[in-house]
């Protein structure tokens, strides 16, 4: 991570004042182990915080005006807190942006502007939620800059809504999620119907999560995401003939789906719905081997989650199957998978330690020559969630 004081002396560089009235918060990324495409579906996910994210320099301001930069792009804005409104030319700036908007739609004005410094350590368009990273530390620092409760289960569904309403992409609610209420050595069994949430605590052992980004960009504003989410609505108005009172496909039993799948007559539509219902049973099964502590089984699952991914709900591509396919190959590797919403972005790969080396350097060459693209290679740690970072350690 860059040095706080450089931050803090580039913050100064930006917008001009004192070092001592600027003000830190942080959020990490996050990737999912385990339950693809479930969240707007209703069903389970099972997201960890990392130990890398953004971090958020922030300083009151006596006017109106909202100044956001950042280290990571050129783009910067003056706005006025009266004119929030999405502009394309706004890039990475509207999801701060919208988190403003969020907050004063639902009444929290305010007190003053504010100049904003944002540095953030995830690769963008990685699929590791910068998106939600920038969304829930914006939400965070302004509720303790203006004094209120910061309740971070109601900032992960401001953080979801304002990304689904102000800059249009209907993602669900496990990125921010993950994102504000992580935990150190814990994933988050979390139902996205209920937000009924459990710290599982992840005992890998001598196992290494690793993140293998594909460097394939992926926008889901741009992607099938939408249409995707579409297809499982439509899923759902097939099977009301069975349930009326259906919502969401997470609310059906994978014997239920398999009962009434005859339903939906799209046959596209149906091996979606197959997925999201399949998917979300594997995640019930993921917290029951990780309770008898068998690895070797819950990567079988992740096998199984990438593999669903790809052929039944089709969001993997040339480039992330090419790194899956790698992967398993490597002696000391228990399973792999795409992580995120696909169409590039990582994948997630349970490696013993000892093969930590030679998967990184095996599964690079092999996905090199297969896809032309240099991969990067994360072995990552499982950390905390939101948070105001009280003094430079």
Known sequence: MAQLADLRRQFVRQFGGLESDITVFEAPGRVNLIGEHTDYNGGSVFPAALTFG???????????????????FPIAREISTDNLTFREDDDWINYPKGVVWELSRRGIRLTGGYDFLYHGEIPNGAGLSSSASIEVVT???????????ADTVEIAVWSQHAENEFVGVKCGIMDQFAVANGKKDHAILLDCDTLI???????????????GNTNKRRGLVDSKYNERRAQCEQAVRDLRKAYPDLNL?????????????HLITDATVRRRARHVVEEINRVALSMDVLKRNDLAEFGLLMNASHDSLRDLYEVTGPEL???????????????????????????????????????????????????????????CDIGDGVRQVKEEA
């Open 54 to 72: 953004t971090t958020l320099l922030i300083r009151l301001r006596e006017d109106d005006q909202l100044n956001f930069a950042s280290t990571n």
């Open 139 to 149: 939400a965070y620092a302004l509720m303790t800059m203006e004094g209120k409760s």
């Open 197 to 211: 949430y459990e710290l599982v605590p992840f005992r890998s052992g001598d196992y290494k999560l690793v993140i």
């Open 249 to 261: 496909l997470g609310q059906l039993t994978l014997g239920q789906y398999r009962e009434n799948q």
């Open 321 to 379: 199957d090419a790194m899956a396919d790698a992967a398993r190959a490597v002696p000391g590797v228990l399973g792999s998978r795409m992580t995120g919403a696909g169409f590039g972005g990582c994948t997630i790969s349970l490696v013993h330690q000892d093969s930590v080396e030679r998967f990184q350097s095996e599964v690079g060459l092999k996905y090199e020559t297969a896809t032309g693209l240099h991969p990067d290679f994360y072995v």
